[in-house]
């Protein structure tokens, strides 16, 4: 039986059940493997850019890879709930054209909603969003694609006023009507402070086990990205060990043409492999 698929109305009814999975995903067979293992949410996250496409960051990241990773995405899932990052350019210019933007996402990409960065400054764009009817999911702390200006890759609200702000932002997001927030790289007493302060699902990716949920990388996850592992990933398998030693036994079989044996190959009638020979 096909499973019912996830509304936003249930992920926001989790904020005081189970908590919420939520796990990137860029294609369509990491996507039917996480949809399969049950994951709430798959966000189409512009970590696409870094873990797929090879770039240093998430700033390159263009509306037409977002949307293209989407399709293939949304193809692979059943019942969860698909989340597509706006990638950075796509709704910081103007509220017209982040509406365009989240829209196509949703028209072209197929995505149930959006998620965008960006917390008391980006409310006014996340209500016109959610007006136009387009679910929003906020995203606060630690927010990449404008790691530089918080000066790196650095955890956020380490100091009273600052998480103080982020609680600010945390409410400006509820009453533009985010269904719930990302909050990415903070301490975990602030990130329960959050998640206790409004009533929207908080999804944590380094903010403790107090969220409503959790989010991590798909690559992170199971150990396919090699260039750096946060401290608050954890690599629950190493799939690049067993994919490596197939790789190498495939490569040494082609070698020493032990592969492909009978069993992968195709056979023709003898009488015409004769008139083959004949006619050659
Ligand atoms: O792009 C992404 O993968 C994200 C998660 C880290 C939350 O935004």
Redesign the pocket.
């Known amino acids: 039986m096909q499973p019912k698929k996830l509304t936003i109305p249930d992920i926001r009814n989790r904020k005081n059940d189970t908590p919420i999975a939520?796990l990137?995903a860029y294609d369509y067979p990491w996507a039917k493997v996480a949809d399969t293992a049950g994951i709430d949410v798959i966000?189409v996250?512009?970590?696409?850019g870094m873990v797929v496409l090879g770039y240093p960051d998430?700033v390159s990241v263009t509306m037409e890879e977002m949307i293209h990773h989407t399709k293939a995405v949304v193809r692979g899932v059943e019942r969860a709930l698909v989340v597509t990052?706006m990638p950075f350019g796509s709704y910081n210019s103007s509220i017209p054209a982040a509406i365009d933007n989240a829209t196509r996402i949703l028209k072209e990409g197929k995505a149930d909603a959006v998620?965008l960065?960006g917390g008391v400054s980006m409310a006014p764009t996340v209500e016109a969003i959610v007006k136009a009817g387009i679910p929003v999911q906020g995203?606060i702390g630690l927010t990449?694609q404008t790691a530089t200006s918080l000066g790196g890759f650095k955890v956020q609200g380490k100091n009273a006023q600052a998480a103080k702000q982020l609680l600010d932002d945390a409410i400006a997001l509820e009453e533009a009507g985010c269904f719930s927030i990302?909050l990415?790289a903070i301490p975990a007493p602030l990130a329960k402070r959050i998640t206790e302060n409004i009533s929207i699902p908080t999804?944590g990716?380094g903010a403790g086990v107090d969220c409503n949920g959790q989010?991590?990388?798909i690559h992170d996850l199971v150990g396919m990205y090699d260039r750096f592992t946060p401290k608050f990933v954890k690599q629950y398998t190493k799939i690049n060990e067993p994919m490596l030693e197939a790789l190498r036994q495939y490569k040494a079989e082609v070698e020493n043409r032990s592969f492909p044996t009978e069993a992968h190959s195709f056979t023709m009638k003898s009488e015409e492999l004769d008139k083959l020979l004949q006619l050659y």
């Open positions: 939520e990137t966000l996250g512009d970590s696409l998430t990052d998620k960065e995203h990449p990302v990415e999804i990716i989010v991590l990388v």
